[in-house]
Structures are given as structure tokens and as C-alpha cells.
């Protein structure tokens, strides 16, 4: 008996085209055993809100559904899918979630309810209408904590170098910390060269409801969403997401391993990740050429979303020299 994703598959036709599906990178999953392990690993989903990315024909969404959060967003870009999640009563964005304003859903989640309907098309949710809606509605222009809405972060210029500088002049670390030709532990130094006072923490509980992020990536574009992600923490608490298992070694990768390098820098500073669960090929509709892996991230309470340019800055140039001693690379004079 075919169970409602599958059917869902079959109804709207949505492996008819290969040379789509392959476009859209697009491989279903649909046993229910396994989309009820993804979801497990992200409870409690009661009070949250979830945000689920290339749902496609909805197996997971479903699952997530039965979990009964506070309410689910998906963001779905092939516009062939979204027939298929109407029924669901999900918010829907047909977006690319690779340039997508994840912004917005803490706008969603701390607002204390769902989205209004009114401005909605057909149950499809764009970026301009749900800000025009947030401007309409009274109730949505009142700040949330003493934090006025739609309110842009403090712009600020973390420059890693300089600080790297100041804590081995100030004696904060030691320039033998920096002496070997191993790239050391980013995200630790990180943390220990920028005092508490110069940070601005992203506190995964400054949302009304906390937001959590389940997600089946799609495989040619799942670096460039995660990556997204990590830009839009505000709000987030959790996230669970598949990826080639290529793709997963490298985000928890160790310092001196091979893998080692800036998506894994990226991913421990903003979060404590481990693998949940490994799938084959075969557990897809269609198969893909490779493994995945199922991570769960754990958002860091302590970390600084607006240190994600400065950082992905200074891994892009620190890995280009890691064969050098870092200590070469500043001005200890």
C-alpha cells in the first residue's frame, strides 16, 4: 500500500522529468520509519517553529506535522511541488532558499501566532508580501522585548587579525599557541580573543518561539543553503539537516584532519553538531550516487551571528597558508 508520499510522487508526476529532478537535486525520501529518526532527533518541536527547506512531495513535512509545533514554514523552489503541499496547511515560500531572507522567520515566530493569511496568494508566502503584511498589521509593529521590529543588527567590523594581535601582546594567548604549521582550533580562539564585551550573542531564546530548522537539503546547492543559514541564526535553536556524507565530514571535521577547513570552522562556531544517522543510496526515490549523512547542530547560545563575514573572511585567507605558522601571518611587534 502506497503511503501518502509516494502517492504524492506518483500524482504530480514528479519524477517524470529525470533531467528535473536532477536540476532541483532533488531525491525523496519516503520511508516512514526514517523521516520519524530526522524528526527525533529535533524534539520537542511543541512551541517551536519549524522551518523545513525542498520539502518536495511533504514525507517529512507530514512528520514534522504530527509532532504538533507551533506552526511549520517551508521553502520550496520548484514551483511543481507546491500543489503538493497546499493541502498541508503549512506557510509556504516558493523560494530559492540559497538567497532566501531567513530573516523573516523570526519576524514569524515572534509574533506569537502564525502568519495572517490576508496578501497570501493561493497559500504562497513571498519575502515582499509577508513584509508588506508586517507593516500593515498593528499588532506587528509593536517592538518584541523592547527590540523594535524588523530591526537591522549593529553593524560591526570583527577584524580577527587585529585581535589575534592584541591577545599576544596583551598576553592573552601565547605566540607558541600560533607556532604550529596545524591550523588550530578557529572557533576556540575565536572565542578566547574577543572579550565577552565585544561580542553581540545570539541567543537561541530571544524568539518568542524558539525556531528550529529540519531539512532534507538538496544535494547541489546544500554547502550554499547551510551557509545561508548560519548568516539568519537569530532565533534558532536547533537544526537538522541531511547532506552528502562528503559534505557532513567536512562540517565536523577536527582541527589537523584532513577535512578540516572553513565549513567546518563556520559550522563549530556557531553550533555543537554530531551525526545522527547515516543513509544509503537506496533510501532515496530516485537513488543518488552517494551516502548521506543526517546532522543534528545545536545553535551556541555564546556565539555572534555577526561575526560570520569577518570569519568566513579570515578562514578563506588562513587556509590558503596552512602550511605556514599562523604567528608568521601577524605583526607581533
Known amino acids: 500500500m502506497q503511503n501518502e508520499t509516494t502517492q504524492a510522487i506518483k ?10 529532478a536532477k536540476r ?25 517553529v519549524v522551518v523545513e527547506i525542498g520539502p518536495g512531495p511533504g514525507g517529512l ?13 517551508v521553502i520550496e523552489k520548484d514551483p511543481l511541488m507546491i500543489d503538493a503541499l497546499k493541502p498541508l496547511g503549512v506557510t509556504i515560500f516558493n523560494q530559492d532558499a540559497v538567497t ?36 500593515s498589521e498593528p499588532f506587528l509593529s509593536e517592538p ?12 560591526t567590523d570583527y577584524n580577527i587579525w587585529k585581535a589575534l594581535e592584541r591577545a599576544v601582546q596583551g598576553g592573552v594567548i601565547s605566540p607558541m599557541d600560533l607556532d604550529s604549521r596545524n591550523v588550530p582550533d578557529i572557533p576556540a580562539l575565536v572565542r578566547k580573543i574577543f ?17 528550529k530548522v529540519i531539512s532534507n537539503l538538496p544535494y547541489n546547492v546544500g554547502t550554499a543553503i547551510f551557509t545561508n543559514l548560519l548568516k539568519h541564526l537569530h532565533g534558532v535553536s536547533s537544526m537538522t539537516l ?20 572553513r565549513l567546518a570552522v563556520l559550522c563549530q562556531y ?37 561575526m560570520f563575514d569577518s570569519l568566513s573572511d579570515f578562514c578563506s585567507e588562513i587556509f590558503q597558508y596552512k602550511r605556514k605558522k599562523l604567528k608568521n601571518r601577524i605583526n607581533l611587534s
Open 24 to 48: 532541483f537535486g532533488q531525491h525523496f525520501l519516503t520511508d516512514p520509519r526514517i523521516l520519524a529518526r530526522i524528526v527525533d532527533a529535533a524534539e520537542p518541536l511543541q512551541g517551536a
Open 242 to 261: 541531511m547532506f552528502q556524507k562528503e559534505v557532513a565530514e567536512r562540517l565536523l571535521a577536527k582541527p589537523g584532519s584532513r577535512d578540516y577547513g
Open 270 to 306: 556557531f553550533t555543537t553538531g554530531k551525526r545522527v544517522m547515516r543513509l544509503a543510496p537506496g533510501a532515496f526515490v530516485p537513488p543518488p550516487k552517494v551516502f548521506s549523512d543526517v546532522v543534528h547542530l545545536v545553535v551556541d547560545a555564546e556565539a555572534n551571528v555577526d
Open 61 to 73: 513535512t507530514r512528520e514534522i506535522l504530527k509532532r504538533n509545533p507551533t506552526q511549520v514554514v
Open 144 to 155: 518584541i522585548a523592547g527590540e523594535p521590529f524588523l530591526s537591522e543588527p549593529i553593524a
Open 195 to 211: 572579550p565577552k564585551t565585544e561580542m553581540r550573542p545570539t541567543p537561541a531564546a530571544e524568539s518568542a518561539c524558539p525556531i
Open 100 to 135: 532566501f531572507d531567513f530573516g523573516i522567520i523570526k519576524e514569524i515566530a515572534n509574533v506569537h501566532r502564525p502568519l495572517p493569511t490576508q496578501g497570501i496568494v493561493d497559500g504562497i508566502a513571498t519575502f515582499d508580501k509577508c513584509r508588506h503584511i508586517a507593516e
Open 11 to 20: 500524482t504530480f508526476g514528479m519524477l517524470n522529468n529525470r533531467q528535473r
